[in-house]
T-cell receptor, first 116, second 112 residues
Framework: AAGVIQSPRHLIKEKRETATLKCYPI?????VYWYQQGPGQDPQFLISFYEKMQSDKGSIPDRFSAQQFSDYHSELNMSSLELGDSALYFC???????????????FGSGTQLSVL | SQQGEEDPQALSIQEGENATMNCSYKTSINNLQWYRQNSGRGLVHLIL?????REKHSGRLRVTLDTSKKSSSLLITASRAADTASYFCATASSYNTDKLIFGTGTRLQVFP
């Protein structure tokens, strides 16, 4: 069965550079969530989208932006990168017919971002 | 953590023993979910328990939910070395169901 696909798997950037992370949800899933997980930390909610509209926003810096496209894939854009942005970034998807989080989320393998 | 604490933060047991992890949360919830994460990998859903349920089973997993105490426990019976991972609880708020909030996680080590 198809899973959530994230790319790239690893990304190395310098401070002040820009990064774009991509997420392809499971087919027919219309809800996407982004989470950030620092080393040894719990996943922190960043932002979510339902039917291409932002549905909720968490502790996402103003330097970050995200969107969901017509094919339901999502991109997280990160600018003016800082050392503290180094983390594992997860995307998750769900089908929302039961309610956005009334069912389990399917997570991708994540993108490991290292800012040097 | 945005949500609460899990305890213990780390747990080491021998194969065959049972492992119990606890989770506390702060807000009224719609459901509570448990996820497993192998080191540096994605989170895998284990079990979902709704706010009107008190106990749920899935294979070697048993989850309880006490909404009056705002707490849940995950029991893994007859543990195996392959159960070694971090385990997180996550809650969907009654007021905002557009996201899951994760607890701090328990790192489980099962020795063969």
């Amino acid at each position: 069965a198809a899973g959530v696909i994230q790319s790239p798997r690893h990304l190395i950037k310098e401070k002040r550079e820009t990064a774009t992370l991509k997420c392809y949800p499971i087919p027919r899933h219309d809800t996407v969530y982004w989470y950030q997980q620092g080393p040894g930390q719990d996943p922190q909610f960043l932002i979510s989208f339902y039917e291409k509209m932002q549905s909720d926003k968490g502790s996402i810096p103003d330097r970050f932006s995200a969107q969901q496209f017509s094919d339901y894939h999502s991109e997280l854009n990160m600018s003016s990168l800082e050392l503290g942005d180094s983390a594992l970034y997860f995307c998750a998807s769900s089908s929302s017919w039961q309610g956005a989080t009334n069912e389990k989320l399917f997570f991708g393998s994540g993108t490991q971002l290292s800012v040097l | 953590s945005q949500q609460g604490e899990e305890d213990p933060q780390a747990l080491s047991i021998q194969e065959g023993e049972n492992a119990t992890m606890n989770c506390s949360y702060k807000t009224s919830i719609n459901n509570l979910q448990w996820y497993r994460q192998n080191s540096g990998r994605g989170l895998v859903h284990l079990i979902l328990i709704r706010s009107n349920e008190r106990e749920k089973h899935s294979g070697r997993l048993r989850v309880t939910l006490d909404t009056s105490k705002k707490s849940s426990s995950l029991l893994i019976t007859a543990s195996r070395a392959a159960d070694t991972a971090s385990y997180f609880c996550a809650t969907a708020s009654s007021y905002n169901t557009d996201k899951l909030i994760f607890g701090t996680g328990t790192r489980l080590q099962v020795f063969p």
